[in-house]
């Protein structure tokens, strides 16, 4: 069975009695919910946003003295104008008597710049289109737009309103001051000098560029004009290990120091007293507001723009275990152990008693608090949970604790970044990478770097470090790493960061690489053993031949295993390819599947298959000159079988540019209908995430 997995956390609070129906062991909190207190301004003081920010250009529109909604066209010039309104039409053409006019266009077929063109040509100063159809404009005037007239978009209804106004005075107005709005992802605390904290799970394959923090935020809506910029991230490297959502914590580095009220941990000893006494705390945030079961589908968003809060009490992980037991029990009527519900040492649980209360989408990353008689201080950060606010299932928090020794040593000692998978890696070639270390002491510090394997018959990793040997207080220096994939298998090791100072704290990095082999008989079924296409394959079980339909299929893996297959090649042309896959799709969210057939191009994650999909045809055109890497990746999570459990290549050709193609023999298709769905992604990864539910 499948649960509604909330990661990004909200507050809410229960208006209506949850009730439970006849037909399903499923708690089932009614709708009616809304959210928890409203923070007063400056109660909280270290609260921090992680925000995604744009430029929003404001506008402003009035004809006759009437104001009307308006909206930018990016690349809009701006400025200010004034004149009487012009009926053009849809703007296709020269528009008479338009000089020294506004005017007013319908939108159309015709691109926006043409149209706007078009009014600046015939002598116009300024233009106003609306739309055809209910909706706002959301358009560009491209970025080669050579115009200089303002203009600006209004609704259809406004339109209309207009066309009975021509000759009448219209003011157009674009702010040359752009206001810098945001949207909130997670939650955080600053925790002093340049430093943040957040899960892990917030800032997973984030993009420091799009991302920034806003500290001290209470109100989302009014502006970004604050946020810091970003300049890295330290992710717990064992984030994740062990269990979903384990050791679900991050470091950010600002690129500038602030000087701000900053929050204090709670030492691990008083945490766990307080836990065991069941402490009262409080968790604030941004979060959806809408309380809902573990098998509710998650309810339409309703996160506040002000902070909110809400007071929870602590759970031992014992009591925190033991009502996770009785609730998967109840809702899935088979005995579960504590073994199997996820609680490790590195969280820790709060309930509201009786349900309705906690925290949900949206307050992921934000600060767990208690008042101890040094004031208020964190003791978690929101982690994740089963629905929102559910009297049966406890939120589930990082336990900050248990990280302050690995705090302590990324922001007052020796940090590296702290993990780095070369991902998969064809036998006999290498890879690289630099690392970035960082001296946060207040001191010069000798160090040496030793490389320790972290898991058995780990091999073909080496260190060049004669840039770090030395490094001065708050500078940076950089160590390459490389890996010869001379062993085949996967290998990982933990690079050890040692001082001359026994003062100066120091940190660990996690380096991983999976080499595959060369597979002949795939280079046979594919390539007819063309020395032009290299195949390899490997993980956890390589793929295998299928000569019933001439092709190749994933390995016979199990639960949160994976199996690969590589072409490598080089020149420019075009690829193509079938491919199909017989998987458990995910069809409550189908953009994060299950079980399923990836696509790698050259690092880059372009496309995957899910559920049941019969042969498809792929084409990738127009490959640049150059190495290649083409790979297939299926890729099972950790629960549930369903279908043939494998995906399945054939018809692989590559058309080098004027040379014939580089193919396998063509099988027809098949001619009937899929029942899954192909889902594009523009993503890059390093390495595939594994998506974790519960059962």
Same mark, same amino acid.
Request: charged share 15%.
């Given at each position: 069975?499948?649960?509604?997995?909330?990661?990004?956390?909200?507050?809410?609070?229960?208006?209506?009695?949850?009730?439970?129906?006849?037909?399903?062991?499923?708690?089932?909190?009614?709708?009616?919910?809304?959210?928890?207190?409203?923070?007063?301004?400056?109660?909280?003081?270290?609260?921090?946003?992680?925000?995604?920010?744009?430029?929003?250009?404001?506008?402003?529109?009035?004809?006759?003295?009437?104001?009307?909604?308006?909206?930018?066209?990016?690349?809009?010039?701006?400025?200010?104008?004034?004149?009487?309104?012009?009926?053009?039409?849809?703007?296709?053409?020269?528009?008479?008597?338009?000089?020294?006019?506004?005017?007013?266009?319908?939108?159309?077929?015709?691109?926006?710049?043409?149209?706007?063109?078009?009014?600046?040509?015939?002598?116009?100063?300024?233009?106003?289109?609306?739309?055809?159809?209910?909706?706002?404009?959301?358009?560009?005037?491209?970025?080669?737009?050579?115009?200089?007239?303002?203009?600006?978009?209004?609704?259809?209804?406004?339109?209309?309103?207009?066309?009975?106004?021509?000759?009448?005075?219209?003011?157009?107005?674009?702010?040359?001051?752009?206001?810098?709005?945001?949207?909130?992802?997670?939650?955080?605390?600053?925790?002093?000098?340049?430093?943040?904290?957040?899960?892990?799970?917030?800032? #997973?394959?984030?993009? %420091? @560029?799009?991302?920034?923090?806003? $500290? !001290?935020?209470? /109100?989302?809506?009014?502006? &970004?004009?604050?946020?810091?910029?970003?300049?890295?991230?330290?992710?717990?490297?064992?984030?994740?290990?062990?269990?979903?959502?384990?050791?679900?914590?991050?470091?950010?580095?600002?690129?500038?120091?602030?000087?701000?009220?900053?929050?204090?941990?709670?030492?691990?000893?008083?945490?766990?007293?307080?836990?065991?006494?069941?402490?009262?705390?409080?968790?604030?945030?941004?979060?959806?507001?809408?309380?809902?079961?573990?098998?509710?589908?998650?309810?339409?968003?309703?996160?506040?723009?002000?902070?909110?809060?809400?007071?929870?009490?602590?759970?031992?992980?014992?009591?925190?275990?033991?009502?996770?037991?009785?609730?998967?029990? #109840?809702?899935?009527? %088979? @005995?579960?152990?504590?073994?199997? $519900? !996820?609680?490790? /040492?590195?969280?820790?649980? &709060?309930?509201?008693?009786?349900?309705?209360?906690?925290?949900?989408?949206?307050?992921?990353?934000?600060?767990?608090?208690?008042?101890?008689?040094?004031?208020?201080?964190?003791?978690?950060?929101?982690?994740?949970?089963?629905?929102?606010?559910?009297?049966?299932?406890?939120?589930?928090?990082?336990?900050?604790?248990?990280?302050?020794?690995?705090?302590?040593?990324?922001?007052?000692?020796?940090?590296?970044?702290?993990?780095?998978?070369?991902?998969?890696?064809?036998?006999?070639?290498?890879?690289?990478?630099?690392?970035?270390?960082?001296?946060?002491?207040?001191?010069?510090?000798?160090?040496?770097?030793?490389?320790?394997?972290?898991?058995?018959?780990?091999?073909?990793?080496?260190?060049?470090?004669?840039?770090?040997?030395?490094?001065?207080?708050?500078?940076?220096?950089?160590?390459?790493?490389?890996?010869?994939?001379?062993?085949?298998?996967?290998?990982?090791?933990?690079?050890?960061?040692?001082?001359?100072?026994?003062?100066?704290?120091?940190?660990?990095?996690?380096?991983?690489?999976?080499?595959?082999?060369?597979?002949?008989?795939?280079?046979?079924?594919?390539?007819?053993?063309?020395?032009?296409?290299?195949?390899?394959?490997?993980?956890?079980?390589?793929?295998?031949?299928?000569?019933?339909?001439?092709?190749?299929?994933?390995?016979?893996?199990?639960?949160?295993?994976?199996?690969?297959?590589?072409?490598?090649?080089?020149?420019?042309?075009?690829?193509?390819?079938?491919?199909?896959?017989?998987?458990?799709?995910?069809?409550?969210?189908?953009?994060?599947?299950?079980?399923?057939?990836?696509?790698?191009?050259?690092?880059?994650?372009?496309?995957?298959?899910?559920?049941?999909?019969?042969?498809?045809?792929?084409?990738?055109?127009?490959?640049?000159?150059?190495?290649?890497?083409?790979?297939?990746?299926?890729?099972?999570?950790?629960?549930?079988?369903?279908?043939?459990?494998?995906?399945?290549?054939?018809?692989?050709?590559?058309?080098?540019?004027?040379?014939?193609?580089?193919?396998?023999?063509?099988?027809?298709?098949?001619?009937?209908?899929?029942?899954?769905?192909?889902?594009?992604?523009?993503?890059?990864?390093?390495?595939?995430?594994?998506?974790?539910?519960?059962?």
């Amino acid at each position: 069975m499948k649960y509604f997995f909330s990661v990004c956390l909200a507050l809410t609070a229960l208006t209506a009695t949850a009730s439970v129906t006849s037909q399903s062991t499923s708690p089932i909190i009614q709708p009616k919910i809304v959210g928890g207190e409203l923070a007063d301004k400056g109660d909280w003081p270290w609260m921090a946003a992680l925000v995604f920010t744009h430029n929003e250009v404001i506008t402003s529109l009035d004809v006759a003295g009437i104001s009307y909604q308006s909206t930018p066209f990016s690349n809009s010039p701006t400025g200010q104008v004034s004149a009487n309104l012009i009926d053009c039409g849809i703007g296709d053409g020269q528009c008479d008597s338009a000089t020294d006019k506004v005017c007013l266009i319908s939108r159309g077929e015709i691109d926006f710049s043409v149209k706007v063109d078009n009014c600046q040509s015939s002598g116009g100063v300024g233009a106003i289109i609306f739309n055809n159809a209910a909706g706002d404009i959301n358009g560009t005037l491209g970025e080669n737009f050579s115009g200089n007239i303002p203009v600006v978009a209004i609704s259809q209804d406004d339109g209309a309103t207009l066309l009975n106004m021509i000759g009448s005075l219209a003011n157009i107005n674009i702010n040359p001051q752009q206001q810098i709005a945001q949207s909130a992802n997670c939650g955080a605390s600053f925790i002093g000098e340049k430093w943040v904290l957040t899960a892990a799970h917030c800032v #997973d394959d984030a993009n %420091i @560029n799009l991302l920034k923090v806003n $500290v !001290g935020e209470y /109100d989302l809506s009014d502006g &970004a004009n604050n946020a810091k910029a970003i300049k890295r991230i330290y992710m717990h490297p064992e984030y994740n290990e062990g269990s979903a959502f384990n050791n679900d914590i991050a470091l950010i580095e600002l690129e500038e120091t602030v000087d701000h009220p900053a929050i204090s941990l709670v030492d691990l000893d008083t945490t766990n007293q307080l836990a065991l006494a069941n402490s009262m705390v409080t968790v604030i945030g941004w979060g959806n507001q809408t309380a809902y079961g573990p098998n509710e589908a998650t309810p339409a968003n309703t996160q506040p723009d002000k902070l909110h809060q809400v007071e929870l009490s602590l759970l031992s992980n014992t009591q925190c275990k033991d009502k996770l037991v009785q609730a998967y029990s #109840d809702l899935d009527g %088979i @005995n579960y152990t504590t073994q199997q $519900v !996820g609680i490790t /040492d590195s969280m820790i649980c &709060a309930e509201f008693i009786g349900g309705g209360k906690g925290s949900c989408q949206g307050d992921s990353g934000g600060p767990l608090l208690v008042n101890t008689n040094q004031g208020w201080q964190q003791i978690g950060i929101v982690s994740y949970g089963i629905g929102c606010a559910d009297a049966a299932f406890p939120d589930v928090y990082a336990r900050t604790g248990k990280f302050t020794d690995w705090v302590n040593e990324i922001t007052t000692g020796i940090a590296i970044e702290p993990s780095y998978d070369f991902a998969i890696t064809p036998e006999n070639s290498a890879q690289s990478h630099q690392l970035t270390v960082s001296n946060n002491s207040s001191h010069t510090a000798n160090l040496t770097f030793t490389l320790i394997p972290d898991k058995i018959g780990s091999t073909g990793f080496t260190l060049n470090t004669d840039d770090c040997s030395s490094l001065a207080a708050k500078q940076s220096c950089q160590i390459e790493v490389s890996f010869a994939a001379s062993t085949i298998g996967q290998h990982r090791m933990r690079i050890l960061v040692n001082s001359n100072d026994e003062n100066i704290p120091t940190n660990q990095a996690y380096i991983s690489a999976q080499a595959i082999a060369a597979n002949s008989d795939i280079n046979t079924q594919l390539s007819n053993g063309s020395s032009e296409l290299l195949w390899f394959s490997g993980g956890d079980k390589p793929w295998s031949i299928d000569n019933v339909e001439a092709a190749i299929i994933s390995g016979d893996i199990e639960g949160g295993q994976q199996s690969s297959v590589m072409m490598t090649f080089t020149g420019a042309g075009n690829l193509s390819f079938q491919w199909k896959v017989s998987s458990e799709e995910n069809t409550d969210d189908p953009e994060l599947p299950y079980d399923a057939l990836y696509l790698f191009v050259d690092g880059e994650q372009v496309d995957f298959i899910s559920g049941e999909v019969a042969y498809t045809k792929v084409n990738i055109p127009n490959l640049a000159e150059g190495e290649h890497q083409i790979i297939w990746l299926y890729l099972k999570d950790e629960n549930t079988d369903a279908g043939k459990d494998q995906g399945s290549l054939r018809n692989v050709q590559f058309i080098p540019d004027a040379l014939p193609a580089i193919s396998t023999p063509p099988v027809q298709a098949e001619s009937k209908s899929s029942g899954g769905s192909v889902y594009y992604i523009l993503l890059l990864l390093g390495l595939l995430k594994l998506i974790r539910r519960r059962i």
